[in-house]
């Protein structure tokens, strides 16, 4: 099968196709993936929650996401991998975040990731001009965990709605080909895809409305041992293998049946 490229997920969005991504640290879950038809794998700075059993992703460090990300891409050929820019590695200047880009993208990512809203469009146009897909992250932003008072849905006011609405428009307009939105009510997520000319919405915790989904794969095959966030869904149950939850996760986001009502705000 040819290699998903931003090109491929462009398309997908043009074409109203949801976008399958899920997160991934090694070979061997990166070609479970890969086989089970995941879109995009991305390195999430979430293994310092899932691998490392930190209680925040501060910690984690540009040797752990180039490491992880070198696993991941040894071990799948088709799926786009995005990479996770972890905390203090890209929030002092363009160049210090381009620097940083390029191990990522040296170590096989094709884009990275980074948490924030317009006050990051200054750096992800830096990046995207120098040849770095970038991926923007709003709503709950796990690295701000401090700033924010805890996990908590964000974009519940009618002033915080508005927020990210153009927070979105400005991430997109510094060029952001993809953005997560996490813990945002699923109305306010729906409204912020359909205000968007080209950049392709990925939710978690944010409706069905989005353009694509993302999970923590340890909260798909329920090994994670901590507190369930309301939008992890335990795709094990009711399967016999991990290929076979995979790959339920994967048709139920294509068919837009996942997440439903129960996982969303
Ligand atoms: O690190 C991660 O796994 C993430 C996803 C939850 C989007 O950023
Ligand atoms: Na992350």
């Known amino acids: 099968q040819k290699p998903v490229t931003l090109t491929t997920l462009g398309k997908m969005r043009a074409d109203g196709e949801k976008i399958v991504m899920l997160t991934g640290y090694d070979a061997s879950f990166a070609a479970l993936l890969e086989r089970c038809g995941v879109d995009v794998i991305l390195v999430g700075d979430s293994l310092g929650n899932v691998l490392q059993g930190q209680k925040t992703t501060l910690p984690v460090t540009m040797e752990h996401m180039v490491y992880h990300t070198e696993c991941v891409a040894r071990g799948c050929h088709r799926p786009f991998i995005v990479a996770d820019m972890p905390f203090g590695s890209y929030h002092e200047t363009p160049e210090q975040a381009m620097h940083n880009a390029a191990r990522l993208m040296a170590a096989g990512a094709q884009m990275v990731k980074l948490e924030g809203g317009a006050f990051m469009a200054d750096t992800i146009r830096f ?15 796990p690295q701000s965990v401090n700033q924010l008072g805890g996990y908590r849905v964000q974009g519940r006011t ?32 729906g409204e912020v895809t359909r205000s968007l000319q080209s950049m392709a919405t990925i939710g978690i915790g944010a409706g069905a409305d989005c353009d694509g989904q993302v999970l923590v794969l340890h909260d ?35 068919a837009g049946v996942f997440p439903a009502p129960e996982h969303c705000y």
């Not at 990210?164 to 080909?177: C, M, V």
């Not at 798909?220 to 939850?245: Q, T």
Request: glycine share 8%; charged share 25%.
């Open 158 to 189: 009618d002033a915080g709605a508005a927020r990210l609405k153009a927070d979105a428009i400005a991430l997109e307009q510094a060029g952001a080909a993809l953005m997560v939105m996490e813990m945002v009510p699923a109305a306010v997520a």
């Open 220 to 254: 798909l095959i329920g090994v994670f041992p901590g507190r369930k966030a309301r939008f992890a869904k335990n795709f094990m149950e009711g399967a016999h293998s991990i290929d076979e939850a995979v790959t339920r996760y994967v048709e139920d986001v294509r």
């Open 127 to 141: 990046l995207v001009e120098r040849g770095v897909p970038v991926c923007a992250h709003i709503g709950l932003t």
